[in-house]
């Protein structure tokens, strides 16, 4: 009795997964930004960019399950300051020669009915690797009328303390340890 | 500039300012003037502020498709800002270069430069010219009131200080004031409509600065 419930169920499950197949999704390099910010001496925002990434996101919208991985090109450095790329990027801080991309691994997404609100993984950085937790402000899907596809995204934030990934510069006079890091995604539907 | 209480040429005094910018190709300066008429500038007067290229731009964000927000960084702003904390009191004269325009992806900032988006190549750069600044009472600047000009078309405009601070730099050995101030518009205003409302009109400004004390 036990064992036809139990293949009952693993049938169940199969024929709901086959129903709703997870889709994958690839990011719109034109839409899919990383922007940290962080303090400047207690005055103003610092803000920077990395314009080179790519990745790719599979959704299951009926198991509320999900993958996301990407790669940032981390001497895609970009503040709009020549002097700050070329020193963010040097061994004092980023050390791009060395770690030249910069992972993240989401693999626990958390849903509120079809949005995801949160996708908690791992940040590679710096040779480094700790888990991070994005949280969703904005999430929508919708029919792009130019692709003629579905198109998924938002805007997720985490806040990350960078003592965590070995990269301490100026923490002792004003730089703080904590950045907020602003993302903008957008992924098309395969 | 004389203060005045006439309505209309303190509006028009943004539009002199401009002229006075675009004639010169430099940011008149009060303080430069009391200088040369020999006056010396007190302590608790007002101090110009020599913006600082590495700490002042705009990024502006807007709302793609209901979905994501699209951001582009615009800038160094170049310009003066002249301060009086102690007659809470203040004048600001911008330029911001719009052909600087860098939203990280090249075709995108080729596309936005457009007639009907930011119209660059017509209107290189946008200014923004107030002089109704207001302060909490620590002295510190919360708001500042005037208007800003895209595409050749002049618009009210207030931003608002998320933060503002002063402080001593110990590598400059002056006085740096700054701070992130946020501001709304709708870009419609500016006949700058196109793609909405796919992307939203509402365009959120968000401005980082820093000026070095003169």
């Known amino acids: 009795m036990m064992k036809k419930l139990a293949l009952l169920a693993a049938l169940a499950a199969v024929g709901a997964a086959a129903h709703a197949e997870p889709a994958t999704y690839a990011l719109d390099p034109s839409h899919t930004f990383v922007t940290f910010e962080i303090g400047h001496m207690g005055t103003s925002t610092n803000r920077g960019r990395f314009d080179k990434k790519e990745g790719t996101v599979t959704i299951d919208k009926a198991a509320k399950t999900g993958k996301l991985d990407v790669t940032v090109d981390t001497t895609s450095l970009n503040t709009g300051t020549p002097q700050f790329n070329k020193h963010i990027s040097s061994e004092e801080m980023l050390d791009v020669a060395k770690y030249p991309t910069a992972e993240f691994h989401g693999d626990k997404f958390t849903f509120n009915g079809d949005k995801v609100t949160e996708i908690a993984g791992n940040l590679t950085l710096h040779g480094k690797t700790n888990p991070v937790t994005l949280k969703a402000l904005n999430y929508n899907c919708y029919q792009s009328p130019m692709l003629k596809r579905e198109v998924c995204g938002g805007d997720f934030e985490a806040t990350i303390a960078r003592g965590q990934w070995g990269v301490n510069y100026g923490e002792n006079y004003g730089f703080p340890d904590n950045m907020k890091l602003v993302i903008q995604v957008e992924a098309v539907k395969q | ?214």
Do not use: W
């Open chain 2, 1 to 214: 500039m004389k203060p005045s209480s006439n309505k209309a040429s303190r509006r028009a005094a943004p539009v002199v300012a401009l002229a006075l910018v675009l004639a010169t190709g430099a940011i008149p300066s009060r303080a430069q003037d009391a200088a040369a008429s020999g006056a010396a500038a007190p302590l608790s007067g007002p101090i110009t502020f020599r913006l600082d290229p590495a700490h002042t731009f705009a990024t502006f964000e807007v709302r793609h498709l209901g979905t994501s927000t699209l951001r582009g960084r615009v800038g160094p702003i170049t310009g003066e800002v002249l301060v009086d904390r102690a007659a809470r009191r203040g004048d600001v004269r911008l330029r911001i270069p719009m052909t600087t325009l860098d939203t990280g992806f090249k075709p995108l900032d080729a596309r936005l430069k457009q007639p009907d988006l930011l119209a660059t190549e017509q209107n290189p750069e946008a200014y923004f010219v107030a002089s109704n600044f207001h302060f909490d009472a620590a002295g510190a600047v919360t708001e500042v009131r005037g208007e800003f000009t895209f595409r050749g078309v002049g618009q009210a405009l207030s931003l608002r200080a998320r933060s503002f601070a002063c402080r001593q730099d110990a590598m400059l050995k002056r006085e740096v004031c700054g701070g992130d101030f946020e501001g709304q518009l709708k870009r419609s205003d500016f006949g700058a409509g196109f793609g909405t409302p796919f992307v939203a009109d509402a365009v959120r400004l968000v401005i980082q600065v820093e000026g070095i004390a003169g």
